[in-house]
């Protein structure tokens, strides 16, 4: 199967492992990813189209937006380069969604262009919220290949999806 979820705690290393499959694909990926925003502590998280390099910002602690936990999701970054780079990763050779969660299914659009992805059957690897229970979410569970990630398995397992995006 070409299309695999991986899931597990926060901070297991997931973004990393998209990352690395990413680097060793050696062909045209579109979608997006995520990352953490630092101040010492975690006080918010970025969003980058992986074909333009465009980045903003998905979540912050202070802002405006509906809120997860102690942070304020940016509907406009997140819609605009979020969604905008799924909807456009349509024509790169395979897809990267980092990460399907309750900040980013909080976007009628960013709902939308998930589903327009799934719907193409290109090669895709996803991260998905462990606990999430949202419909999309589930979809998902059901259609994809789902590896939980942990402590062990994480080194080895950026060939295994590598070599299986790769047919």
Do not use: W
């Amino acid at each position: 199967m070409n299309r695999i979820a991986i899931t597990g705690p926060p901070r297991i290393g997931k973004t990393t492992i998209c990352r690395r499959v990413i680097d060793s694909l050696g062909c045209r990926v579109g979608g997006m990813s995520t990352s953490e925003i630092r101040d010492g502590d975690r006080i918010g998280f970025q969003i980058m189209d992986l074909m333009t390099g465009m980045v903003g910002t998905l979540a912050h602690v202070h802002g405006a937006g509906p809120r997860i936990g102690k942070y304020h999701v940016n509907l406009a970054d997140l819609d605009n380069i979020g969604a905008k780079a799924i909807e456009c990763s349509i024509d790169a050779e395979r897809i990267v969604i980092d990460e399907i969660g309750p900040m980013e299914l909080k976007s009628e659009r960013f709902v939308r262009a998930v589903e327009m992805a799934l719907n193409s059957n290109k090669p895709m690897l996803v991260t998905l919220h462990q606990r999430s229970r949202h419909s999309l979410a589930e979809r998902i569970r059901s259609e994809f290949e789902v590896r939980e990630i942990t402590k062990e398995n994480r080194d080895r397992i950026v060939y295994e999806i590598t070599e299986k995006l790769k047919t």
